[in-house]
């Protein structure tokens, strides 16, 4: 009888045990995350499959493992039985995806039709523009963006390119920087002469030129704007090749004066300094040799030393530090017209 007491005792207490051990536990669930806002596929690397867009994807849906059924389609996410309007249900390779066609770069306008950009490998690698004849720093000769691809866009059911910062759209679907451009210079239109202008902040400018100030200024004489927009040479200080400087050669100094002008210096006879030299002359008509009935408005002949002779030899005598012109009436003679004066900055006579 003891026995079968104990036998029965441990035979209830084995029960109990096995009902604790099968008991169904309640789970508290008020600290667990709610279902959130539906995938961003932008975010999609962070989720270990950037390959796939879990937006749209049926079998990557919200999640890299998640796999809607054969029924079901994946919108913002979330396997559901139907797209939410304005989605359409567009078929691909993976299943049906929900996507809006009139903003879906991959399905614009229609499934499937993807919108694309130019070939970025054929595009050239910098802005198109010659030596800008500019000292270093050179204002910008090689600087700005090359030209673009973009990225495809879909806005509207039509596909369109994105271009990035600083750049713009031109109607070969190519990007550009205008503000530096060769060829789509200020604008998509504007093209700058070849070999002698540049782009420089988005205006075409001779070559060792800058755009300054709302003009091109020859930064290589300019002493305004020497070697960079409003750099100004201090006192008697010249510009010369982009520096300023105390003292040049007259001749120096001089062609500084003339192409401040913006003139040239004129292939006269032996060429400048004219024989037996101490002077140039500086017309306003490139490769002008000047004449005799020229005024003052388009031919200066700048003299640095006393022994500089007029350039058709007449008995002229001419003053250092003058400026003169053809001659009144038209004939070599004695009779230069008066022009002025030119800065000759203590320039060092040669």
Same mark, same amino acid.
């Given at each position: 009888?003891?026995?079968?007491?104990?036998?029965?005792?441990?035979? *209830?207490?084995?029960?109990?045990?096995?009902?604790?051990?099968?008991? *169904?536990?309640?789970?508290?669930?008020?600290?667990?995350?709610?279902?959130?806002?539906?995938?961003? #596929?932008?975010?999609?690397?962070? #989720?270990?499959?950037?390959?796939?867009?879990?937006?749209?994807?049926?079998?990557?849906?919200?999640?890299?493992?998640?796999?809607?059924?054969?029924?079901? !389609?994946?919108?913002?996410?979330?396997?559901?039985?139907?797209?939410?309007?304005?989605?359409?249900?567009? !078929?691909?390779?993976?299943?049906?995806?929900?996507?809006?066609?009139? $903003?879906?770069?991959?399905?614009?306008? $229609?499934?499937?039709?993807?919108?694309?950009?130019?070939?970025?490998?054929?595009?050239?690698?910098?802005?198109?523009?010659?030596?800008?004849?500019?000292?270093?720093?050179?204002?910008?000769?090689?600087?700005?963006?090359?030209?673009?691809?973009?990225?495809?866009?879909?806005?509207?059911?039509?596909?369109?390119?994105?271009?990035?910062?600083?750049?713009?759209?031109?109607?070969?679907?190519?990007? /550009?920087? =205008?503000?530096?451009?060769?060829?789509?210079?200020?604008?998509?239109?504007?093209?700058?002469?070849?070999?002698?202008?540049?782009?420089?902040?988005?205006?075409?400018?001779?070559?060792?030129?800058? /755009?300054?100030?709302?003009?091109?200024?020859? !930064?290589? @004489?300019?002493?305004?704007?020497?070697?960079?927009?409003?750099?100004?040479?201090?006192?008697?200080?010249?510009?010369?090749?982009?520096?300023?400087?105390?003292?040049?050669?007259?001749?120096? !100094?001089?062609?500084?004066?003339?192409?401040? $002008?913006?003139?040239? *210096?004129?292939?006269? @006879?032996?060429?400048?300094?004219?024989?037996?030299?101490?002077?140039?002359?500086? =017309?306003?008509?490139?490769?002008?040799?000047?004449?005799?009935?020229?005024?003052?408005?388009?031919?200066?002949?700048?003299?640095? $030393?006393?022994?500089?002779?007029?350039?058709?030899?007449?008995?002229?005598?001419?003053?250092?530090?003058?400026? /003169?012109?053809?001659?009144?009436?038209?004939?070599?003679?004695?009779?230069?017209?008066?022009?002025?004066?030119?800065?000759?900055?203590?320039?060092?006579?040669?």
């Amino acid at each position: 009888m003891r026995l079968a007491a104990i036998s029965s005792a441990v035979l *209830v207490s084995g029960l109990a045990l096995w009902a604790c051990a099968t008991a *169904v536990v309640p789970i508290d669930n008020t600290d667990l995350p709610e279902s959130g806002p539906p995938i961003d #596929s932008s975010k999609n690397a962070d #989720s270990g499959c950037p390959q796939f867009n879990t937006d749209t994807d049926p079998k990557h849906c919200g999640s890299c493992t998640n796999q809607c059924t054969a029924l079901q !389609v994946c919108g913002a996410g979330v396997c559901k039985a139907a797209c939410d309007a304005p989605s359409t249900k567009c !078929v691909t390779d993976a299943g049906g995806g929900c996507v809006d066609l009139t $903003k879906d770069p991959a399905n614009c306008g $229609k499934c499937n039709n993807t919108c694309g950009v130019v070939d970025a490998g054929s595009l050239p690698t910098d802005n198109g523009n010659p030596d800008a004849g500019i000292p270093a720093p050179d204002g910008g000769f090689d600087a700005g963006i090359a030209p673009q691809a973009g990225t495809p866009s879909c806005a509207a059911n039509t596909c369109g390119v994105n271009c990035p910062p600083s750049t713009t759209l031109c109607t070969d679907n190519i990007c /550009y920087d =205008t503000q530096n451009n060769h060829d789509h210079c200020g604008n998509c239109m504007t093209a700058c002469a070849v070999d002698t202008e540049w782009c420089t902040a988005g205006h075409c400018c001779g070559t060792g030129k800058e /755009y300054c100030n709302g003009m091109c200024a020859d !930064v290589t @004489a300019d002493k305004n704007n020497c070697g960079a927009c409003g750099n100004v040479c201090p006192g008697q200080q010249v510009c010369f090749n982009g520096a300023c400087t105390s003292s040049q050669p007259c001749s120096v !100094v001089a062609t500084a004066w003339c192409k401040n $002008k913006g003139w040239f *210096v004129s292939p006269w @006879a032996n060429q400048f300094p004219n024989q037996p030299g101490g002077a140039i002359v500086c =017309t306003k008509v490139a490769n002008s040799a000047g004449n005799d009935c020229d005024t003052c408005a388009t031919y200066n002949q700048l003299v640095w $030393k006393n022994t500089a002779k007029d350039v058709c030899s007449s008995p002229q005598k001419l003053t250092v530090g003058n400026v /003169y012109g053809g001659h009144s009436p038209c004939l070599c003679q004695a009779n230069d017209l008066s022009c002025g004066s030119w800065q000759m900055s203590n320039c060092t006579p040669d």
